[in-house]
């Protein structure tokens, strides 16, 4: 069913954005479930790439190389049609793949507007220089979102939440793969 599709290499810098949940309609075209409120990756993409699920059935090996027709928002999911999905069958043999996108794909950000995936991994230091930790989630909790930093205190792995607000920090590095804060390691 899935024969048609191009076996690839997973771009370096794919990032894996949602998963396909089913099969929507009668024509191929597919449902799937977003990691983010505001899925914009995948409308600014026509390449996507598809990697089986990690648990379940699995219908396809490797990487596959999907070219969207069309994606649009549809209540709390985004529909899509693909080349090369003709079908309702084909449509459900992808149900569960994970879906990835370039990250080069990605829409540009406005000033001082960040991708959660740009900053898992920067290091975290205060306006003294004293390294806070290494960012390893961000959580969203509702009015803000908070730094969620891998440290260490007393020879043990620890926590540090830092809200992700202009009044905690300074500037962002990209580059420099830096956050600089205010904040102090005692709080």
Known sequence: ?????????LPADA?????IADAWGIKGWFRVLPYSADPEALFSSKR???QPAERGAKTFAGTLKLAIKEAREHSDSVVATAHDIPDRNAAEA????RVFIPRSSFPSSAPDEYYWVD????DVVNR??????????LLSTGPQT???????????????????????VDGVDLPGRRITVDWQPDY
Do not use: H, N
């Open 1 to 9: 069913m899935l024969t048609s599709l191009e076996s690839v290499e």
């Open 146 to 168: 908070v730094l969620v930093l891998a440290c260490e205190a007393e020879g043990r792995p620890q926590e540090r939440m830092i809200p992700f607000v202009s009044a905690y």
């Open 119 to 122: 900053l898992i991994g920067l």
């Open 94 to 97: 992808l149900k569960g793949a």
């Open 128 to 137: 003294e220089g004293v390294a806070l930790g290494q960012v390893r989630e």
């Open 15 to 19: 990032v894996e954005v949602g998963r």
């Open 48 to 50: 996507w790439f598809l």
